[in-house]
Nanobody, 119 residues
């Protein structure tokens, strides 16, 4: 079983910054792609950013140029640096990870961390 623990959410004024972290723990043979998704009130969960084990990234159009995803494979941690935050960035941010153990390939979700941006 793999656990993903997120941290770093909170309340910030528009134009401000936050840095989210997500640490994976458990019986992981190999940690593959990791990503951040968000769910705004009344909306479906959407991809924010994703990063492969080798460092290839992709972003939602709405966050390009403002958010940066990175990872530390040794620490099994993925980060999301969010700059120039806007009220439309409000939501619960979830970490996701694709991983492998001796029995197969799986994916896991964190519990979510709230991001609120005041205008």
């Amino acid at each position: 079983q793999v656990q993903l623990v997120e941290s770093g959410g909170g309340l910030v004024q528009a134009g401000g910054s936050l840095r989210l972290s997500c640490a994976a723990s458990g019986s992981i043979f190999r940690l593959n792609a990791m990503g951040w998704y968000r769910q705004a009130p009344g909306k479906q969960r959407e991809l924010v950013a994703r990063i492969t084990r080798g460092g290839t990234t992709n972003y939602a159009e709405s966050v390009k140029g403002r958010f940066t995803i990175s990872r530390d494979n040794a620490k099994k941690t993925v980060y999301l640096q969010m700059n120039s935050l806007k009220p439309e960035d409000i939501g619960v941010y979830y970490c996701n990870a694709d991983w492998e153990d001796s029995t197969g390939q799986f994916d896991s979700w964190g519990q979510g961390t709230q991001v609120t941006v005041s205008s």
